[in-house]
């Protein structure tokens, strides 16, 4: 498609509960990131996919989070036993592969996750 | 590492004001530089960008200039409208299609 959608657009866990968000990229997109939106607006790279590869993974909790881009699917996020402090907005977007130069990296309307 | 500063606000304007929301970055090598903004209850658009020094990017009537010798990259309007209201990100990205990063954010509330 022309715009990256993000599903669902409202999740709302237990404590402890799984979360799984989903991200499908613009097409012809190589490149998926994931972003965290956190309290007063700040970002936090989480990980990022050059097709179904992992990219750069450097903000990624290891623990409990992971993700996951396959094949003719969705680009997935999966939170296993959530806490409250994942209590955010989750972002993906997504570029095309330019070579060196860095492309602009369309953004999908979010996931708000609401962990109680 | 790399970093982007921009002035907090909010900031409140009349309608018809000219705008300056400030930028400034700290970066290795030659990166891009962005704005994006979030209306509210949306997700991330982007308004402009540019890709080397000197560069000028603009859309909508807002402009910014890619500054190298100061490191910057402010955003300016120059009649602001009601729906202008939105947080407005500072964001700087490497090469390679390295993640962006981000300023915290300059909510802009401009009132009739």
């Known amino acids: 498609g022309e715009e990256v959608a993000q599903t669902p657009k409202h999740l709302v866990r237990g404590e402890g509960q799984k979360a799984k968000l989903y991200c499908a990229p613009i097409?012809?997109?190589?490149?998926v990131f994931w972003y965290q939106q956190v309290l007063k607006n700040e970002f936090k790279f989480l990980i990022s996919?050059?097709?179904?590869?992992?990219?750069?993974e450097t903000g990624m909790p290891k623990e409990r989070f992971s993700a996951k881009c396959l094949p003719n699917s969705p680009c997935s996020l999966e939170i296993q036993a959530t806490k409250l402090e994942d209590s955010a907005v989750y972002f993906c977007?997504?570029?095309?592969?330019?070579?060196?130069?860095?492309?602009?990296?369309?953004f999908g309307p979010g996931t708000r996750l609401t962990v109680l | 590492g790399d970093s982007v500063t921009q002035m907090e606000g909010p900031v409140t304007l009349s309608e018809e004001a000219f705008l300056t929301i400030n930028c400034t970055y700290t970066?290795?090598?030659?990166?891009?530089l962005f704005w994006y903004v979030q209306y509210p209850g949306e997700g991330l658009q982007l308004l402009l960008k540019?890709?080397?020094?000197?560069d000028k990017g603009s859309n909508k009537g807002f402009e910014a200039t890619y500054r190298k010798e100061t490191t910057s990259f402010h955003l300016e309007k120059g009649s602001v409208q009601v729906s202008d209201s939105a947080v407005y990100f500072c964001a700087l990205g490497g090469s390679g299609n390295t993640p962006l990063v981000f300023g915290k954010g300059t909510r802009l509330s401009v009132i009739a």
């Open positions: 540019a890709t080397k020094a000197d």
């Open positions: 996919f050059q097709n179904e590869n992992v990219f750069d």
């Open positions: 977007a997504s570029s095309q592969l330019r070579g060196r130069s860095t492309d602009t990296q369309y």
């Open positions: 097409k012809g997109h190589s490149y």
């Open positions: 970066a290795t090598g030659y990166p891009s």
